[in-house]
């Protein structure tokens, strides 16, 4: 299995609701980072957060980290139907070079 | 003016051919990447260059050879295309490689079809 695995696989949600991504990894980190990838384009980066950060916002996105757990949650506040999109998170191993990114969490906001 | 930009956006050949990808970045960056991305959407580092030095080199196949004629790009040839080489190939640059903290600009992807 991969370093930084997204759950669920995929999320359905309507306008206006919130979406939920979450992310595990397995060894230590520097940092983890999540990204967003519409259709048929490159990834776009959103939000870094340090290993000894717990909690980060920006706009309507909010990053948690809880490296006891080796997880991370990315929160989408207010969706929008511009916010579909696969999302990604990337982790950098302590101690490597290498940002090693998950499968992805496929968001798909109805209008 | 576009950050990272590849070449071409689409490639289409057949089987065995030799085939490149072409990869710029204007933002200054000192480190590029490339990624394959499978049909399942999974993202793999295959390679990463600092300052035209190879720092990262994945198990891929040595018919995939990375090149680096300056800090603003990295070309990408494969020799022998194969079935199995069908996927989205992308270029990124990031601003420098202290661990762990990188932010990575990726390029809009490269689609390749062996046929």
């Known amino acids: 299995s991969q370093q930084g695995e997204e759950d669920p696989q995929a999320l359905s949600i309507q306008e206006g609701e919130n979406a939920t991504m979450n992310c595990s990894y397995k060894?230590?980190?520097?940092?983890l980072q999540w990204y967003r990838q519409n259709s048929g384009r490159g990834l776009v980066h959103l939000i870094l957060?340090?290993?000894?950060?717990r909690e980060k916002h920006s706009g309507r996105l909010r990053v948690t980290l809880d490296t006891s757990k080796k997880s991370s949650s990315l929160l989408i506040t207010a969706s929008r139907a511009a916010d579909t999109a696969s999302y990604f998170c990337?982790?950098?191993?302590?101690?490597?070079?290498?940002?090693?990114f998950g499968a992805g969490t496929r968001l798909f906001v109805k209008a | 003016d576009t950050a990272v930009s590849q070449t071409p956006k689409y490639l289409v050949t057949q089987m065995g051919n030799d085939k490149s990808i072409k990869c710029e970045q204007n933002?200054?960056?000192?480190?590029m990447y490339w990624y394959k991305q499978d049909s399942k959407k999974f993202l793999k580092i295959m390679f990463s260059?600092?300052?035209?030095?190879?720092?990262i080199n994945e198990t891929v196949p040595n018919r995939f050879s990375p090149k680096s004629p300056d800090k603003a790009h990295l070309n990408l040839h494969i020799n022998s295309l194969e079935l199995g080489d069908s996927a989205v190939y992308f270029c990124?640059?990031?601003?420098?490689?202290?661990?762990?903290?990188?932010?990575?600009?990726f390029g809009p992807g490269t689609r390749l079809l062996v046929l």
């Open positions: 933002l200054g960056h000192d480190t």
């Open positions: 990124a640059s990031s601003k420098y490689r202290d661990r762990g903290l990188e932010t990575q600009y």
């Open positions: 990337a982790t950098d191993e302590a101690g490597g070079f290498k940002t090693i």
């Open positions: 260059y600092n300052n035209k030095e190879l720092i």
């Open positions: 060894t230590s980190i520097n940092n």
């Open positions: 957060i340090r290993s000894n950060e």
